[in-house]
């Protein structure tokens, strides 16, 4: 099946940690997205890759870094210069080149500061 | 900055009933396209229904369907007979080509039996 997977579901941290989300697509989509979710707000763009080996700052790209070395994969690592890094993450990709636009999601992680 | 509104951060209807959630934005681009998304408590984010802006026919997608008002860049979803299914949050997004995403703050809908 395609589709788009992140990993873990849950995830907990100790404050001063870093963590990495996973993100892995076999849709053969180009461009590679990540969104942060907090209650009550829309998603907010944190980084988002085009290519292999380049990526862009999105709106709130402080204390996240991410890294794009293959196609199909995009991980997040949520450093401890975050200040409020509790909250949903989830993933997207999308086709570049075409008229459609449409961005396709993982489940999503949820990450606890502990 | 783009904008987008989405004015009802709740909302109930009765199963087999029609709601209308509704959608504005802020934009100067004339060539996007407009998305609603809905989020189950599964939290999977889910595509419902896209529309690109240099179209003037209305997006229908089964019981689903869209009010695009280019000129007053409203962008309302008309869900037609509720189901308990649809219960979920529901964000409208609006892309300039070749732009990235700005999303909505989402408007809960909860379908009662």
């Known amino acids: 099946d395609g589709g788009i997977t992140q990993s873990p579901k849950y995830l907990f941290r100790k404050e001063g940690q870093n963590v990495t989300l996973s993100c892995e697509q076999n849709l053969n989509h180009d461009a590679m997205y990540w969104y942060r979710q907090d209650p009550g707000q829309g998603l907010r763009l944190i980084y988002y890759s085009q290519i292999v080996n380049d990526f862009q700052k999105g709106d709130i790209a402080e204390g996240y870094s991410v890294s794009r070395e293959k196609k199909e994969s995009f991980p997040l690592t949520v450093t401890s210069a975050q200040k409020n890094p509790t909250a949903f993450y989830l993933c997207a990709s999308s086709i570049i080149g075409t008229n459609t636009d449409t961005q396709y999601f993982g489940p999503g992680t949820r990450l606890t500061v502990l | ?113």
């Not at chain 2, 869209?66 to 649809?86: E, M, P, R, W």
């Not at chain 2, 700005?102 to 039996?113: A, D, E, N, Q």
Request: glycine fraction near 4%; proline fraction near 5%.
């Open chain 2, 1 to 113: 900055a783009q904008t987008v509104t989405q004015s009802q951060p709740e909302m109930s209807v009765q199963e087999a009933e029609t709601v209308t959630l509704s959608c504005t934005y802020d934009t100067s681009e004339s060539n996007y396209y407009l998305f609603w998304y809905k989020q189950p408590p599964s939290r999977q984010m889910i595509l419902v229904i896209r529309q690109e802006a240099y179209k003037q026919q209305n997006a229908t997608e089964n019981r689903f369907s869209v009010n695009f008002q280019k000129a007053a860049k409203s962008f309302s979803l008309k869900i037609s007979d509720s189901q308990l299914g649809d219960t979920a949050m529901y964000f409208c997004a609006f892309s300039p080509y070749g732009q990235n995403f700005v999303f909505g703050p989402g408007t809960r809908l909860s379908v009662l039996p």
